[in-house]
């Protein structure tokens, strides 16, 4: 079975081809600035790599290319889009509406548009990709979408209500959903089968930790809290994400500044985090290569993030009343063995000590850093979202 996983947004449109007989990857590629001057797709596939310079006026023009440039020329790697069994989609924002990877329907992507209000940067872009892939490649082919939240569907509402009056729940569904859902769930399983264990033995807390970033209470196999909120702006610091404020913060600024409403939640989405604080960059190795050279805003980056995601940990501890397993995943998760080190140094009390020649290591699907005296596995892992989604897709188009 061929999986076509499909990431659009705004003004791109990632793909990936997957072979679910092996889980190899057949080709890949990414359409960006869709609908803006200088539209282009980058397309990888038999140890090629191609950049080709084409007029994406909307999404359908930029799935129409892709096809192409699986089909025809010498990055071509199937006969016709015939050769595609499913398309899956990935979707940020399935609120209480999905809570499981399903079919497309109109009624579907309808209401993946309608919840755009809870996601204004992400599900208008879905929905515009989905109801453009229907259209290339016509009703034969299955289009799955795979939700950001859906992994998250498991939270007691004890964790994911926000103390505030009950109608802004009840009519207007403001609570805490959690993102990165795909990944929690494919770092969570993979560490459960590396350890030979099933997920509902285990208590875990997975750390997702990129440029945006949240952390995971896996409890038995499911999700029983998670750090991001309403949007992926909550939770603890990140490259340019504020993370959790007191609220008075928010509208103290507004004040100073003058910014309200939407760009008051971009500015926080964009100035903020360790770029904010540094004054230096949004990017990890910039802050650690800073602070290396004696930065003491670069340092303090540094202290605040290890301290929050001690505190997030602690407190993940306490909510499932033990911790088996650490799991860290994404681009700092998976690349900074400074950020693994200083996080873990704080967490002793709880039984956490790493291999600090071991977590040295990189590059490895798996690498168990767990010290030889924890009480806790620490693991990194590789996250592929793109897998899981492929997976879930699989699943979904066998069970029709
Ligand atoms: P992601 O959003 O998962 O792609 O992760 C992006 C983040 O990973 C950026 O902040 C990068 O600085 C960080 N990152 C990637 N490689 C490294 C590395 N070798 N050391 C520290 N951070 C890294």
Redo the contacts with the bound molecule.
């Keep these: 079975m061929k999986i076509l996983v499909i990431n659009c947004g705004s003004s791109s449109l990632k793909y990936q081809l997957i072979d679910m007989t092996d889980e190899s990857v057949i080709c890949k590629g990414n359409c960006e600035r869709i609908g803006i001057d200088g539209s282009f797709i980058t397309h990888k596939a038999n140890g090629g790599e191609w950049k080709v310079e084409v007029d994406f006026p909307t999404h359908k023009e930029a799935f129409n290319k892709v096809v192409e440039m699986m089909t025809v020329g010498e990055g071509k790697v199937i006969e016709s889009k015939s050769e595609i069994d499913a398309i899956g989609h990935r979707i940020v924002q399935g609120a209480e509406k999905f809570s499981e990877p399903c079919l497309v329907t109109d009624e579907v992507i309808q209401t993946i548009d309608d919840l755009s209000v809870l996601a204004p940067a992400h599900n208008k872009a879905h929905a515009i990709g989905l109801r453009s892939a229907k259209e290339v490649f016509g009703a034969e082919v299955p289009n799955v979408v795979v939700f950001d939240t859906a992994f998250h569907a498991t939270m007691p509402p004890k964790a994911y209500m926000y103390a505030v009056p009950y109608e802004f729940y009840e009519k207007h569904a403001i609570r805490r959903y959690g993102f990165h859902g795909t990944s929690h769930k494919f770092v969570s399983r993979a560490a459960a089968e590396y350890l030979g264990k099933k997920p509902e033995e285990l208590k875990m807390i997975t750390l997702?930790?990129?440029?945006?970033?949240s952390l995971a209470a896996v409890d038995g196999g499911k999700v029983v809290d998670t750090s991001m909120g309403l949007t992926p702006l909550g939770g603890f610091m990140m490259?340019s994400r504020s993370g959790d404020l007191d609220p008075s913060v928010v509208g103290y600024i507004s004040e100073l500044t003058g910014i309200k409403g939407n760009d008051l939640t971009d500015y926080l989405t964009k100035k903020a985090g360790?770029l904010g604080v540094s004054g230096i960059s949004?990017?990890?190795?910039?802050?650690?290569v800073a602070a290396e050279q004696g930065d003491e805003k670069a340092k303090l980056v540094l202290d605040m993030y290890f301290y929050q995601l001690q505190k997030f940990v602690g407190s993940y501890t306490a909510a499932m009343n033990g911790l088996d397993v650490m799991v860290f995943?994404?681009?700092?998760?998976?690349?900074?063995?400074?950020?693994r080190e200083g996080v873990c140094e704080g967490l002793g009390y709880f039984g956490v000590e790493i291999d600090k020649e071991q977590n040295k290591k990189?590059g490895m699907a798996i690498n168990d850093i767990t010290g030889p005296n924890s009480k806790v596995k620490v693991l990194v892992v590789a996250?592929n979202e793109e897998l899981m989604i492929a997976r879930d897709t699989m699943n979904v188009v066998n069970a029709k």
């Design positions: 997702h930790l990129g440029n945006g970033a490259g360790f949004s990017d990890c190795r910039d802050i650690e995943t994404a681009g700092i998760g998976e690349n900074s063995a400074n950020v990189r996250t």
